[in-house]
T-cell receptor, first 113, second 114 residues
Framework: DSGVTQTPKHLITATGQRVTLRCSPR?????VYWYQQSLDQGLQFLIQ???????AKGNILERFSAQQFPDLHSELNLSSLELGDSALYFC????????????FGEGSRLTVL | DQQVKQNSPSLSVQEGRISILNCDYTNSMFDYFLWYKKYPAEGPTFLIS?????DKNEDGRFTVFLNKSAKHLSLHIVPSQPGDSAVYFCAASAGGGGADGLTFGKGTHLIIQP
């Protein structure tokens, strides 16, 4: 158990819809990261938050947004969903220190029909 | 443009033998490298790492080798055990390390045959 909690574990929705994925980081970790893993793809970095502030942005689509709340949990919002958005979405956390190790949640599997 | 490449999608090794997983990178700014292991239905877990100031790091059965001139690193598992069957991701970090925006490869599925 990494200590990172993601909900929901599975989500099936239709094209055009909007979903919210939630992540609770390990106790004490200030950094939260979101990654997307599509079929036959590696882990694509989407976005990072540190103590409530956006810190780094990767290949995140404009239809996607994220935020980190004062209690440090984070939400990833995916809107106007397309079939190609079907993927595993992982949240990870770290203490933000140099050479900090990432601790991953079990992921949220999104299926867009 | 893939900055971290794992060219073998899968690798099959007999139990007890050595498993060698390879990873190549293109960004010369990368200075810290990590290997993560992933079982089905679980998130990736950290396995071992190496800083660019070293060329080898060992942790039990796992050793990571770094060849900076070739921009290549490899993970050696000796001896391989059935529980090592998993997907292994190579990851790299630039700009002084830290977990900011780790760049991952696509992974290699290691299968340990009994």
């Amino acid at each position: 158990d990494s200590g990172v909690t993601q909900t929901p574990k599975h989500l099936i929705t239709a094209t055009g819809q909007r979903v919210t994925l939630r992540c609770s980081p390990r106790s004490g970790d200030l950094s939260v990261y979101w990654y997307q893993q599509s079929l036959d793809q590696g882990l694509q970095f989407l976005i990072q938050y540190y103590n409530g502030e956006e810190r780094a942005k990767g290949n995140i689509l404009e239809r996607f947004s994220a935020q980190q709340f004062p209690d440090l949990h984070s939400e990833l919002n995916l809107s106007s969903l397309e079939l190609g958005d079907s993927a595993l979405y992982f949240c990870a956390s770290s203490d933000g220190g140099i050479y900090g190790e990432l601790f991953f949640g079990e992921g949220s599997r999104l299926t867009v029909l | 443009d893939q900055q971290v490449k794992q060219n073998s999608p899968s690798l099959s090794v007999q139990e007890g033998r050595i498993s060698i997983l390879n990873c190549d990178y293109t960004n010369s700014m990368f200075d810290y490298f990590l290997w993560y292991k992933k079982y089905p239905a679980e998130g990736p877990t950290f396995l071992i790492s190496i800083s660019s100031i070293k060329d080898k790091n060992e942790d039990g059965r796992f050793t990571v080798f770094l060849n900076k001139s070739a921009k290549h690193l490899s993970l050696h598992i000796v001896p391989s055990q059935p529980g090592d069957s998993a997907v292994y991701f190579c990851a790299a970090s630039a700009g002084g390390g830290g977990a900011d925006g780790l760049t991952f490869g696509k992974g290699t599925h290691l299968i340990i045959q009994p």
